[in-house]
């Protein structure tokens, strides 16, 4: 079943290159799934047994189902739809000497670079355009190779495997045509999103990763693609969740925004989202607010962000004992300084989890003398207090258009998201 599993995920993840297509693939499985979708811009009506899911700026998704009978609290995993990558800006075509024309690009969220050189790249996201009178949002997806970053050539740069400091705005525009293609950049989106090029008002377009995920490895136990982190841990919660009985508690999945940049907009973990969408169930089954904060009280989350893996050929980087393995289990994570939420009593709900689901569990620390990285557990916790043990499945080359992580720890992830969700 995890073979099945990784095959499946690879094809999510070829659906989605960037989190307004990741959001429109969730959307339509729930559908499929015979699930009710609400807008937030209207009155709700919820219903015990009801299965339900919402967006918010078409890049975050919060679904949920109520069970028939009452119950006080919520189950809610959470991650993130967004990848780090670069976003084309306005205006964005630059002719060099008659003779090329490249994109004009800014780096979003933290990213390895080198890797992005000599891909195979193309161009997705949403426009916002004109349409019957009304301003519309059309998501686009260029299909084909279109873009690629070359590199130096090793003559004109011979210090290049000496260590180099990329400049975004010099090294990394994407070259996208010859001389005569000036002009066609706007027209070939236009005609990949059904709209005429002068009905274009903005968008939002962000270069994605053309190579395709694998599964490789002298026991095919390895599986790498584009954008695992944090797709990976989104699928896999979605599976645990329509899997699911989900009869003992109001069950939430819950996939946010911008964590790579922050999660300081209104569809990352620090805004609203998730508490405007927890409240309203509440209200909307007939309780007040003070029964809210009890119903938050007996609450539970697992914020699900993938975690670095210990590195063949770097094991010095990794703390001495807490190094999770790819295949090795799912991980949790600890911080002292609350980059991380987990705590005693989170990490203790967490392995009673994983001890039933029969899932191996691994822990991540930080090197002491290492600066890491931080997730959106600690964030949404600011919005909606409750308690939170933060988790990932252990990857390599985290950040890069490239990733690798373990064939088995997707379907370990799915069974304890099947678990919890009961």
């Not at 969220?109 to 992005?116: L, V």
Request: aromatic share 10%; net charge negative; with cysteine.
């Amino acid at each position: 079943m995890y073979r099945k599993t990784a095959e499946d995920l690879l094809e999510f993840i070829k659906k989605s290159p960037t989190a307004y297509q990741a959001v429109e693939t969730m959307s339509d499985r729930f559908i499929k799934e015979g699930f009710t979708r609400l807008y937030e811009e209207e009155r709700w009506k919820l219903i015990p047994g009801g299965r339900y899911f919402v967006t918010r700026n078409s890049s975050a998704i919060i679904a949920f189902s109520i069970p028939e009978k009452k119950t006080e609290g919520f189950h809610i995993i959470a991650s993130h739809s967004d990848s780090p990558t670069f976003k084309i800006k306005e205006n964005p075509e630059m002719t060099v000497e008659n003779a090329y024309v490249k994109l004009n690009v800014e780096k979003y969220g933290g990213m390895m670079m080198a890797p992005w050189f000599d891909r195979p790249l193309s161009v997705a996201g949403r426009m916002i355009v004109r349409e019957d009178g009304q301003i519309k949002e059309k998501l686009v997806c260029v299909d084909r190779d279109l873009v690629m970053i070359p590199n130096l050539a090793i003559h004109m740069n011979r210090e290049v495997n000496d260590g180099y400091k990329y400049n975004v705005q010099k090294d990394l525009l994407p070259l996208y045509g010859g001389g005569d293609a000036k002009g066609t950049f706007m027209q070939i989106i236009a005609q990949e999103a059904g709209v005429k090029e002068e009905d274009i008002l903005s968008h939002d377009l962000f270069l994605y990763n053309r190579m395709p995920g694998s599964i490789w490895g002298a026991k095919e136990e390895f599986i790498s693609a584009p954008r695992l982190d944090d797709l990976q841990c989104a699928f896999a919660s979605m599976e645990g969740f329509l899997s699911a009985d989900r009869q003992e508690a109001v069950c939430i999945h819950c996939v946010l925004d911008n964590e790579e940049v922050g999660s300081g907009t209104r569809q990352g973990a620090a805004s609203t989202f998730l508490r405007d969408t927890l409240l309203r169930i509440h209200l909307g089954l007939g309780g007040d607010y003070e029964g809210f904060l009890v119903a938050l009280a007996n609450s539970f989350m697992i914020s699900a962000d993938n975690a670095q893996a210990l590195h063949p050929n770097y094991t010095e980087k990794a703390d001495p004992v807490n190094h999770p393995v790819l295949n090795g289990g799912i991980t949790v994570k600890y911080n002292a300084n609350q980059k991380y939420c987990t705590d005693g009593i989170s990490a203790a709900v967490f392995k009673e989890l994983c001890r039933e689901a029969q899932v191996p569990l691994q822990t991540y620390v930080n090197r002491s003398d290492v600066a890491g990285g931080s997730t959106l557990g600690n964030i949404s916790n600011t919005q909606v207090a409750l308690n939170t043990v933060d988790i990932g499945l252990p990857q390599l080359a985290m950040h890069s258009p490239y990733e690798t992580a373990g064939v088995m720890d997707t379907w370990d992830f799915c069974r304890v998201a099947k678990l919890f969700y009961r």
